[in-house]
Nanobody, 121 residues
Framework: QVQLVESGGGLVQPGGSLRLSCAAS????????MGWYRQAPGKQRELVAVITSGGTINYGESVKGRFTVSRDNAKNTVTLQMNSLKPEDTAVYYC???????????????WGQGTQVTVSS
């Protein structure tokens, strides 16, 4: 079994910062892309940031210059540093990872349970 466990969500005022962390655990042979998506009420889930195992990063347009994603391959963790938060960043944030659990099989897509981020004064 593989689990992605997120932490770090909460309530913050506009202009503030939050840091989200996600740890993958279980029978993991290898991890490809890791990243974060978010879903606001009434909206589709959207990309926030993704980072490959080699360190290549892609950000959603709305968070460029404000959010920073990083990963620790040795610890199977991915972190999202969110600065200059805006009310429109309010959403449930989901950790995502592509993981190999059985040798010589394709990567499988895993999601965390989600963590709420609320930006409000």
């Amino acid at each position: 079994q593989v689990q992605l466990v997120e932490s770090g969500g909460g309530l913050v005022q506009p202009g503030g910062s939050l840091r989200l962390s996600c740890a993958a655990s279980g029978s993991i042979l290898g991890i490809g892309n890791m990243g974060w998506y978010r879903q606001a009420p009434g909206k589709q889930r959207e990309l926030v940031a993704v980072i490959t195992s080699g360190g290549t990063i892609n950000y959603g347009e709305s968070v460029k210059g404000r959010f920073t994603v990083s990963r620790d391959n040795a610890k199977n963790t991915v972190t999202l540093q969110m600065n200059s938060l805006k009310p429109e960043d309010t959403a449930v944030y989901y950790c995502n990872a592509l993981i190999v659990v059985v040798a010589s099989t394709p990567l499988r897509n895993y999601w965390g349970q989600g963590t709420q981020v609320t930006v409000s004064s």
